[in-house]
């Protein structure tokens, strides 16, 4: 007998609406110097099929590729850690979606690929996202 429950994945959703337009918001997540400050070091580029890294402060390093770009809206990329230890390695993949209000932006970040057995990561993901998206909205209040 197959166990299901070990092919089952959880997923970190976070969202929050912000007084911002989607276009300031989406300059936030796609350009490299703005995704430092409020994400990682990177060498992202928008471009489908791009791979990249985002390094920690914590000195780890995840391998990412964008998986689709559609400007404005939505952006998706994995977000792979590779880790000795199974509870650590991560193979996810992270999709912001961004939905226009009427009184600014919807942002949704998803991060799906956690394995039962990766309660830490899991853990540590959903409070790292929330500090995420503190850094993200006050980045996003700064006058141009």
């Known amino acids: 007998m197959i ?7 959880r997923s970190v959703v976070v969202e929050r609406e912000m007084p911002h337009p989607p276009e300031k918001l989406w300059r936030a997540l796609t350009q490299p110097h703005l995704i430092e ?3 990682m070091k990177n060498d992202f580029k928008p471009a489908v099929g791009h791979r990249f ?8 390093v995840l ?8 400007p404005n809206k939505a952006l998706s990329y994995t977000w792979n850690f590779n ?5 650590f390695a991560l193979q996810s993949v992270v999709t ?7 009184t600014g932006t919807l942002l949704r970040m998803e991060q799906t690929g956690f394995r039962p057995d ?8 959903h409070a790292g996202w929330k500090q995420f998206f503190e850094k993200l909205e006050e980045l996003v209040a700064r006058p141009d």
């Open 53 to 60: 890294n985002l390094r920690g402060e914590w000195g780890g």
């Open 96 to 102: 912001f979606t961004l939905t226009p209000t009427r």
């Open 37 to 39: 400050e409020w994400l």
């Open 83 to 87: 880790h000795d230890d199974a509870a």
């Open 63 to 70: 391998d990412c590729e964008v998986l689709a770009i559609e």
């Open 3 to 9: 166990n299901s429950a070990a092919t089952e994945t």
């Open 118 to 125: 990766q309660k830490q990561a899991y853990g540590g993901a």
